[in-house]
């Protein structure tokens, strides 16, 4: 077929071409821009550039998002979710395994670390003065004497400190805490001893060849301990307890018997019971054993029936041991003191000053010593 003889629409070019149809409006409709790599007419500008128009089935499935972690998408710029910080938990056990980790104590407390942001425990470390015991004064009032001969009182008080240590370890092993390496002595009324017993237990406690022993003096209305061991007076538990900037470390006495430091009752005030009842005397009790698991505590309390504060510090130990004086305590203070010690777990007697002994044995004499 000759398209040359097809007329051109409107009449726009009478003058007959050679040209086929095809060659024709290609000339006409300037094909050529629309080829890549055609360069546009310089009269006529390109016309904006559309999009291609895709079928649904060509489009790319969109991902789903988590429904735990959604991500927004910003024209710019897309984010992706952060990372959820993990927490390490530490126990407060942890400075007492490796004691090179040391933190800075706030007036609450807590504790700083530059290990990851984990608080942990700063051993408590005794820096006070050591002061000599006198071991004549030990003797003249009964008291233990280190490195002295072995005799019926110290054989005595061995039997009653490897019970209450056994114990002791029974309740780490249950998981006690720290209130398992806490003893409180105490007895009903004054005058049967408590004061005695808590002394002797702590000399024979310190000549163990692992730990040491604190002895606490909280006997905060008549104090004793630190006369009978013949120790200077100075700040002690109760200032470390009214006082929250206190560290009750700086307040411990050292002593010339290896082992043995003790702790003086402190200030007196009349709100003793109330302070011991506070939520500040479990972090100063903590303080007293931090970075020390082989460290027995002692505390020399006041009379269960004649004052509080006794009740009140059995709520934080493992054990307590009430000092029965023979032919003098009665039934009735004994079931009442039981009582109100009743927040301890573990609540021991001791009969004290016994003549006789019902199974007819005597400590002492199977070294060759008698007193």
Not at 119 to 138: C, V, Y
Not at 192 to 198: L, N, P, R, V, W
Not at 261 to 274: C, F, K, M, Q
Request: aromatic share 4%; proline share 9%; with cysteine.
């Amino acid at each position: 077929m000759d398209h040359s003889k097809i007329p051109l629409p409107h009449g726009d070019d009478p003058k007959p071409h050679s040209d086929s149809l095809i060659e024709r409006a290609a000339e006409r409709f300037d094909f050529a821009r629309y080829i890549a790599g055609g360069k546009p007419s310089a009269d006529k500008p390109l016309p904006p550039k559309r999009e291609p128009v895709r079928k649904a089935a060509d489009a790319a499935p969109k991902p789903v998002e988590p429904a735990h972690a959604p991500v927004v998408n910003t024209p710019e710029t897309a984010f992706e979710p952060a990372p959820t910080p993990v927490r390490v938990e530490r126990s407060r056990d942890t400075a007492a395994l490796d004691p090179r980790i040391s933190t800075s104590l706030d007036t609450n407390g807590n504790g700083g670390s530059d290990l990851g942001g984990v608080p942990l425990a700063t051993p408590a470390i005794f820096n006070g003065d050591h002061h000599a015991i006198d071991r004549d004064r030990l003797r003249e009032t009964g008291l233990i004497v280190p490195e002295g001969s072995v005799t019926a009182l110290l054989e005595e008080f061995r039997i009653v400190k490897r019970q209450l240590l056994v114990q002791a370890s029974e309740l780490r092993r249950q998981k006690a805490g720290s209130r398992a390496q806490r003893i409180l002595i105490s007895s009903p009324h004054p005058g049967e001893g408590k004061t005695y017993c808590a002394t002797n237990l702590a000399l024979s406690i310190a000549a163990e060849k692992e730990g040491d022993v604190l002895l606490v003096d909280a006997d905060f209305a008549k104090p004793s301990v630190l006369s009978a061991l013949g120790l200077p007076g100075g700040p002690g538990l109760m200032d470390a307890l009214m006082d929250d900037k206190a560290d009750v470390a700086d307040f411990v006495l050292g002593t010339d018997i290896p082992g043995l430091w003790v702790l003086p009752a402190g200030d007196t005030t009349t709100n003793d019971s109330e302070f011991l009842s506070s939520a500040r005397t479990e972090k100063v009790l903590e303080r007293l054993t931090q970075g020390a698991p082989g460290r027995m505590v002692i505390f020399d309390s006041p009379p269960v029936l004649a004052a509080s504060p006794a009740a009140e510090l059995a709520k934080y130990v493992g054990q307590a041991v009430v000092i029965v004086r023979a032919d003098s305590t009665g039934q009735g203070a004994l079931e009442d003191t039981v009582s109100l010690l009743s927040s301890c777990p573990n609540i021991q007697l001791l009969l004290n000053a016994a003549q006789f002994s019902p199974s007819g044995r005597s400590f002492g004499t199977y070294y060759g010593y008698r007193e």
